[in-house]
């Protein structure tokens, strides 16, 4: 019971064309396209020339061929249908079939939830004997996952898929402006009825626009609705919040906790912070990829990162798969410094706990309520398992007020003071960048000047500059 499409009904008659009209409004300039069925007269509205003649090339070759049109919509069969018989639950059906192949399973995920919030706000009725949370379940599990979807629905979520797919809103009904509305004051919201984080918000708009882009794509939108929808989207701060950053002392205390806490764990913490990887990056580090010399200087080429977002959104149906580099290609390469350190902290990983199955060297050494596996470990050091240690050893290494604080709330703030580090130690930010993996632009928007304790070094800077002292720092 996969969503479909409506059928017009279909008759061959007479199709006759005018020429390309050109209107240069006070906005925009946009190209319509006319023509004739049985004499019924029939348009569409372009916001580019190229479209408009793409589309009337598309009739003409129809016409010529002597397809059957339908005389309601203009359209012939074999052309798509217009947006009075497509719906969005089958457009958003096709988007995510779409997109699958070419999208990490992180992607693939976020996508299936922004869909299902948006359409749950598109729709004007709640069907009766069937629950929000089933809804939300079947769109999320079966119909925005395309596996899954190859498959009928489950019974438990067959009646819901019935009733979607019968009372999904037609595009002609979501190009309608209050409709879109609607559903972008949903969306900015949370359950609880507060506002949405930002970034959430954007993520939902920018996949309300890409399904509706697609649809322009295929023929059953002339444009798109969304940019006509006069919307501010909530501004969004990339900047790192400075009180999440520690300094060197903070972070080394923090790296003996983990070390007295769960020994394996140390390395993993210690290349965040002081080579700057990505925890997914960490976490798919192998052997062949570290240059460790007895001393001084070494080296970590990244080559890909582990994901983990669940069996249902991987191609392998692990819970999780190994992906590029972060906006890279299938085989980009990142070279970062070791530092001497990290250097020791990684040859002391090794000596004493050895790597699991294909090089890596964190893995999963422990199973449930802490008991130790035997080896080979075969799988990647679980996300849980990082989070957990990183717990305790915040408890242990922080005062009580920093423990209430942001202050290295998450692991991936190692990685946020280690890129801070570097910038205000003076290294260029392109080189930092290319370290990093990330843009210049994105870095100094980012990462810059957000390194804690680093007001106190500039007011006795500026002090010495303005020959006063207000004592020793």
């Known amino acids: 019971m996969t969503p479909d499409n409506r059928r017009p009904k279909v ?13 240069a409004g006070a906005r925009a300039t946009t190209y319509t396209v006319r023509w004739s069925v049985d004499g019924k007269p029939h348009q569409r509205t372009f916001s580019t020339r190229k479209l408009a003649e793409h589309f009337r090339s598309e009739l003409q070759i129809a016409a010529r061929a002597a397809a059957p049109f339908s005389a309601e919509t203009g359209l012939p069969l074999e052309q798509t249908t217009s947006a009075e018989e497509t719906t969005w639950l089958a457009l958003a059906c096709e988007f995510v079939d779409h997109k699958w192949s070419r999208v990490s399973p992180r992607h693939r995920k976020g ?51 019935e009733w979607l797919t019968g009372h999904s809103p037609t595009l002609e009904e979501v190009s309608e402006a209050r409709t879109l509305h609607r559903a972008l004051a949903v969306v900015a919201t949370r359950a609880d009825g507060r506002p949405a984080a930002p970034s959430t918000v954007r993520k939902k708009h920018a996949a309300l626009h890409s399904v509706l882009a697609y649809g322009v794509e295929l023929g059953h939108l002339d444009s798109n609705p969304l940019d006509r929808v006069s919307w501010s989207a909530p501004a969004v701060t990339d900047t790192v919040d400075r009180r999440v950053v520690v300094n060197p002392r903070t972070a080394r205390a923090l790296l003996a906790a983990v070390l007295e806490i769960s020994p394996p764990v140390e390395g993993y913490f210690a290349c965040l912070y002081y080579a700057g990887l990505r925890p997914s990056e960490a976490a798919n580090l192998r052997v062949d990829d570290c240059r460790l010399p007895e001393a001084g200087w070494g080296q970590l080429q990244r080559r890909g990162s582990f994901q983990v977002s669940g069996s249902a959104w991987t191609t392998s149906g692990a819970p999780g798969e190994e992906q590029p580099l972060k906006h ?22 090794l000596d004493e706990h050895g790597v699991g199955v294909g090089g890596r060297l964190f893995v999963t050494r422990t199973g449930k309520a802490g008991v130790p596996l035997a080896a080979p470990y075969a799988k990647p050091i679980a996300p849980g398992t990082t989070y957990r240690v990183w717990k305790q050893a915040r408890a242990t290494a922080l005062t009580p007020e920093q423990l209430a604080s942001p202050l290295a709330r998450r692991p991936y703030d190692l990685r946020h003071a280690c890129l801070s580090t570097w910038l205000n130690a003076g290294v260029p930010a392109t080189q930092v960048a290319a370290w990093a993996g990330h843009s210049v632009m994105v870095l100094l928007r980012v990462y810059a000047q957000c390194l804690e304790g680093q007001d106190e070094v500039a007011m006795r800077q500026i002090e010495a500059a303005l020959g006063t002292s207000s004592g020793p720092p």
């Open 11 to 23: 008759t061959v008659v007479d199709v006759r064309f005018w020429a390309i009209s050109r209107y």
């Open 328 to 349: 890279r290609a299938e085989r980009a390469k990142r070279v970062v410094p070791a530092t001497p350190e990290l250097v020791a902290t990684l040859r002391r990983h």
């Open 111 to 161: 996508l299936a939830e922004a869909l299902t919030a948006l359409t749950l706000a598109l729709l004007d009725v709640q069907p009766r004997g069937i629950s929000k949370d089933t809804l939300r379940r079947t769109l999320f599990g079966w119909c925005f996952n395309t596996p899954a979807r190859a498959a009928p629905a489950p019974p438990q979520l067959r009646a819901a898929a």
